[in-house]
């Protein structure tokens, strides 16, 4: 039957199929065709394809099962572990003891121990011990800021097993201290991949230090009193405190003044280095007193200083405490000079004019009251100390103002005060390095006021002063010199070309002066020729863009010129003269400027030297109007 009468048939109404073969073994079963395409659509379904609907919902099934009892599985022996986790850690004794109080600079151990209490084994176990900060661990060589943690391979845990570790380092910390670390064991319960920690924390005091350290000022302090604060440092320690700073830590009423060593960092730091055993640190630190009313303390810290983070690590202090009683006969000194460089920096040759005001704080009279005033440093020169009303005293190197000779001073009532002058003047040239003047002043009776019997009423005020150095710059011009053959007309010749040297010279009297340089410029009319019989090391240049030379000596130390040699530097420049300079004496070289810091004074020294013109006063073969343009 063709495809197209199969179709027509199969939708004509009414059609049987009484020819169509069927299944032997499945049961036919007729079902109503709908009338009429709008009728409800009825399904057909037979026994084979029932099988195959409940197959794949058994599959379906099945397969869900599998899923659930392996995430039920998964889920049951996870939380076993997570249990056994919590179990286990439970029941680990994990302690850690010391035996000794801990002292700074000394070995010091602590005694880890561990008990696993649990019925199964931890395997794989590892201690794991954290030092405190700035420990020093008895295991490899020194690391600074210490070594962070050490780690122990222990191997099985067998239930029952009740061990120990010991763990020592070199403590620093400062007294009073507490110490902060952590230790844990981290292992694996038998047959389990899961890996656990048990860890606890802990602390040790320090009571001590083999890092002595000794701060000595007086307890009592007058206003306006300049003290020296000692430092000391000793180690008693087997092992080297390492890379030691000191750090000192000023209050309100304490003015720094200077030290007996360089500090590292603004006044207030100081790097020491290493300090082994048997060594020793000295620092003196001069400051001034200032009024206050509250105790004030100054400390000292010793420890590491890390100058990347600005950060101090402390192995010990000290702290010293100290009132400021009020002077009962005060005196201030008050210097008036033009050559006064700041703050206790004075030049050499200085003109000082000085008062020294007294006053009496009691609140009773004082009577026959003297005040002094000693002039102590080599620097001064005594010749020129001078005083209307005082009188000096040879002995003593002081001015003095005696009851006898002035009436204020017989009876002083309370609150009374008045002023002496004075003037006195620095040496220019001074025979000593790093050269320091200091006034000492004082007001005093010998005889006790009523209700003062045996307490020290007088007054005191100590002024220091440091001299800065005297250097000296001199710039000079030559046609005529035998360092080297100059050529051209003399005097100068339009179109023509003429050579001359140029000279610097430094010298320098007491303090070494560092990071000095010498700068001048050229003219567009002057061509720089280059250095001349100058020392290899002159470093003196010439920038084409900027016509500026510039000469870098470095260091020039205290005493060049007198001791030792002048330094200096020279070289040649060649100058052609257009018609509109002729008749004129025109400038070579610029105003040339030194500049240099006293290592001393701590100061900028600046000398500056006039420019060289063609007349050339400095060379005595040239004519009269040699330096003068000519056509």
Do not use: C
């Not at 057909?44 to 899923?67: A, N, P, T, Y």
């Not at 002292?103 to 880890?112: D, N, P, T």
């Amino acid at each position: 039957m063709a495809l197209d009468d199969l179709r027509r048939r199969l939708f004509k109404k009414n059609e049987m199929f009484e020819d169509r073969e069927h299944s032997r073994h499945l049961r036919g079963r007729t079902t109503p065709v709908p009338v009429s395409w709008k009728d409800d659509p009825v399904v057909v379904e037979d026994s084979m394809q029932k099988f195959m609907r409940k197959l794949l919902w058994w599959g379906i099934g099945g397969g869900l099962s599998v899923i659930a009892v392996f995430g039920i599985g998964y889920f049951v022996i996870s939380g076993r572990f997570s249990v056994l986790g919590v179990d286990t850690r439970k029941n680990i004794d994990l302690t850690v003891e010391t035996a000794d109080d801990a002292i700074a600079g000394k070995k010091f151990v602590w005694r880890i121990a561990y008990e696993n209490k649990n019925d199964i084994a931890l395997d794989k176990a590892v201690l794991v011990f954290q030092y405190p900060p700035m420990s020093q661990p008895l295991v490899g060589g020194y690391i600074k800021g210490g070594l962070r943690a050490e780690r122990r391979e222990l191997g099985a845990i067998n239930p029952g097993d009740k061990k120990e570790e010991f763990f020592s380092a070199i403590i620093f910390g400062s007294q009073e201290e507490i110490l902060k670390g952590q230790v844990k064991i981290e292992y694996r319960p038998r047959d389990s991949s899961v890996s656990l920690a048990k860890e606890v924390a802990y602390e040790s005091l320090v009571k001590g230090s083999l890092l002595g350290v000794e701060l000595v000022l007086p307890k009592e302090l007058k206003s306006g009193q300049q003290i020296d604060a000692q430092l000391s440092l000793a180690s008693s320690a087997e092992t080297p405190f390492r890379g030691v700073s000191v750090e000192m830590v000023y209050p309100d009423a304490f003015e720094f003044i200077s030290s007996s060593i360089k500090p590292t960092k603004g006044n207030t730091i100081w790097t020491v280095g290493d300090i082994g055993k048997g060594d020793s640190f000295k620092l003196s630190i001069k400051g001034r007193i200032k009024d206050s009313i509250a105790p004030q303390s100054i400390k000292a810290k010793i420890g590491v200083y890390d100058r990347a983070k600005n950060e101090f690590d402390v192995f010990t202090s000290s702290e010293k405490t100290f009132v400021i009683v009020p002077p009962l006969l005060v005196t201030r000194l008050r210097i008036d000079t033009a050559d006064d460089f700041g703050t206790g920096v004075l030049a050499a040759g200085t003109i000082i004019k000085g008062s020294l005001e007294w006053k009496n704080n009691l609140p009773v009279s004082v009577s026959n009251a003297t005040v002094d005033l000693a002039f102590d440093g080599e620097a001064f020169d005594i010749r020129t100390i001078s005083s209307k009303r005082g009188e000096f005293d040879s002995g003593r190197n002081a001015l003095r103002w005696v009851p006898g000779r002035i009436q204020e001073l017989l009876f002083v009532d309370p609150g009374e005060s008045g002023v002496f002058d004075f003037t006195v003047t620095t040496k220019k040239t001074i025979g000593i390095h790093n050269p320091t003047i200091i006034f000492i002043s004082t007001m005093h009776t010998n005889e006790s006021p009523s209700g003062y019997d045996g307490v020290d009423i007088s007054g005191e005020e100590k002024v220091t002063y440091k001299l800065a150095t005297r250097a000296t710059f001199a710039q000079k011009g030559y046609y005529y010199d035998s360092r080297v053959t100059n050529t051209g007309p003399i005097p100068p010749r339009v179109g023509k070309t003429t050579t001359y040297l140029i000279n610097w010279a430094v010298t320098n009297a007491t303090n070494d002066l560092v990071n000095t340089s010498v700068r001048a410029t050229l003219p567009s009319y002057v061509r720089w020729v280059g250095a001349v019989d100058s020392p290899s090391d002159a470093s003196i240049t010439f920038d084409g863009a900027t016509r500026e030379i510039l000469w870098m000596p470095g260091t020039i130390q205290a005493g060049t010129g007198s001791s030792l040699r002048t330094r200096e530097v020279s070289f040649q420049i060649a100058l052609t003269p257009s018609l509109p300079q002729v008749d004129d004496y025109i400038e070579l070289v610029s105003d040339a400027k030194l500049t240099g810091t006293d290592s001393f004074a701590g100061i900028t020294i600046a000398q500056e030297s006039d420019s060289v013109m063609t007349d050339l006063p400095d060379d005595p073969k040239i004519p009269k109007d040699g330096g003068k343009i000519v056509e």
